[in-house]
């Protein structure tokens, strides 16, 4: 019979040397996310330039964040969204190097290597923790799944008209063909 695993604690996770890696912790296991792709990070800086526009004469954007940047969701989870918003007017929730706590809106890109990662791991665990909100891209269909958290689980907000309008920031409208417009340009292969 084999020793128990030990869990790592969120403070061992924060202790680890920077090895220019990025890591998550998953349920106490520390887990290598492989590194974004450019069409990846293209349409991340495309939303979040979206979502800073919107938040701007709000005077929020400020609460708007982006990968690399650890989440601690709890003792045994440290999540790093490719975006995420954090209400300023909840209590707590930003220490000077991490989010402690749950964000009110999380954005995961996906690519090749992360599908199921982002789709089925990190929806239970955004859904387990709190998170308001989830919007799942993807560069390759070029679609935007929208999900608010009801009654402690996930229900599919509709994309009406091409456009992705979230719940937690009112008023934020996202037009998927402008995201996505122009969006393989300068790509081979």
């Known amino acids: 019979m084999s020793a128990p695993t030990k869990l790592m604690t969120f403070t061992e996770f924060r ?12 349920d106490g296991v520390l887990v290598v996310p492989p590194s974004p792709s450019p069409l990846h990070n293209r349409v991340a800086g495309r939303l979040y330039w979206m979502i800073g526009e ?5 005077r929020r954007k400020d609460f708007l964040f982006f990968a690399p940047l650890d989440v601690r969701l709890t003792e045994f989870r440290a999540v ?6 954090v209400n300023p007017d909840r ?24 599908r199921s990662h982002d789709r089925v791991t990190k929806f239970g665990i955004y859904a387990e923790a709190g998170v308001q909100e989830y919007w799942i891209v993807d560069p390759v269909s070029e679609t935007v799944t929208l999900y608010v958290l009801t009654e402690g689980r996930y229900v ?11 719940v937690v920031l009112p008023g934020l409208e996202v037009d998927l063909e402008a995201l996505f417009a122009n969006l393989h340009q300068g790509f081979s292969g």
């Open 15 to 26: 202790a680890l040397p920077d090895d220019g890696n990025r890591y998550e912790l998953i």
């Open 54 to 58: 919107y938040l701007l004469p709000l």
């Open 80 to 85: 790093q969204p490719d975006l995420l918003y």
């Open 91 to 114: 209590p707590g929730g930003l220490t000077s190097s991490y989010v402690a706590g749950v964000p009110d809106l999380v954005v995961e890109v996906l690519s090749p290597s992360n």
């Open 156 to 166: 599919e907000r509709p994309i009406e008209d091409g456009i992705a309008r979230s």
